[in-house]
C-alpha cells in the first residue's frame, strides 16, 4: 500500500493566556479575573493538532521560543503525532495570545506574534522536500503575508494544494488568491472580504467570482458552505450544547485538510470537518478539545 498522503500546516503558534472576567476593562481600568489558563493555541498549530489527532500524517513548519511556551506548544504537537522536524527556535519569545472571556461567552484578544514574524521565505525552501511529499498545505494569516504568498507559489509549483483560512484578514495578493482550494472564511471575514453582506450561500457565491478555486464559508452552530465551479452546497452541523467555541475553526479547517489529503472532495470533507468541530465546541480550550477520529460525533 502506498503511504497516506501528508498535510504541511504553515502557520502560527501561539500560547493561549486565558482569563475569565466578569467583564472586560475601559481605557485606563484595572479589573481582577479568575486563574490564569494557559493552553497550546495558535491558528496552525491548532489545524495542525486537529488533523494530527484524527490519524492524518501532519508536518508543522513554524517557529517557537526557546522558552516554557514552546515546549508546551511541541508537547502538544508531538502528542497529536505532528512533526515537528521544521519548527524553528529563534531567539524571540513564543508567540502568545492574550485573551479576556467574559460571562456573555465573548473573548477579546491581543496577540503577540514573537518567534512567528520569523517564520520566512527561507524557512519554507528549507522544506521543499517535505513539501513535495504532501498533498495538501494549510495555511493562515498569523505568520508574514510574504511567507504565505511564497508558501502558495511553492504549492502551485509542486502540485500541492493550498487550503487558506483568511484570518485575521489580510488583503491577499491575486495570484495567491487564484491558487486557493478552498479559501476558507466565516460570515465576518467573508463579509469583510467582499465589502457587503448577504445569505452564507450568496457570499460563497460572489466570493468565488474573486478569484478562488473553491469557496468554504463556515456559519458557526448552522455547519458550513461549499461552492466550487459544479455548484454551491450547504452542509448543515450536528445540533451540540456548545461550552467553548475557541479553535472551532481551526478544527474545521484542519480536519477538511486531513480528508482533502486523503483523496475525498471538497464537500465530504466538509461534512467531516463540521462533525469535528462540532465536537469541538462541547469541550473547553482550543487544541484539548480536538477529538480523535473514534470520538467525533454525529
Ligand atoms: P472560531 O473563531 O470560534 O474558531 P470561526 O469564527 O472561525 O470560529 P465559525 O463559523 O464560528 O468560525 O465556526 C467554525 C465551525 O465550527 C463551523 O463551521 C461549525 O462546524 C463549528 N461550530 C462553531 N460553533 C458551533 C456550534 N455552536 N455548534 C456546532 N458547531 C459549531
Known sequence: MSEPKKVVVIGSANADLVVALNRRPGPGETVMGADL???PGGKGANQ??????LGAPVVFLGAVGEDEHGELLLG????AGVDVAHVARPDRPTGNAYIMVTPDGENSIVVSPGANSAVAEAD????RGVLAEAAVMVLSLEIPLSTVAHAVASAAELGVRPVLNLSPTAELPDEVLAALDPLVVNEHEAAWLLGAEGSPEDLATRLLDVGPRSVVVTIGAKGAVVADRAGVHTVPSPQVKPVDTTGAGDAF???LAGRLAAGEDLVEAARFAVRVAATSVTRHGAQPSYPRADEVIG
Not at 502538544?76 to 502528542?79: D, N, T, Y
Open 76 to 79: 502538544s504537537l508531538r502528542g
Open 37 to 39: 489558563v494557559v493552553s
Open 253 to 255: 479547517t484542519g480536519a
Open 48 to 53: 495542525a493538532v486537529a488533523a494530527g489527532m
Open 124 to 127: 519554507v525552501d528549507a522544506a
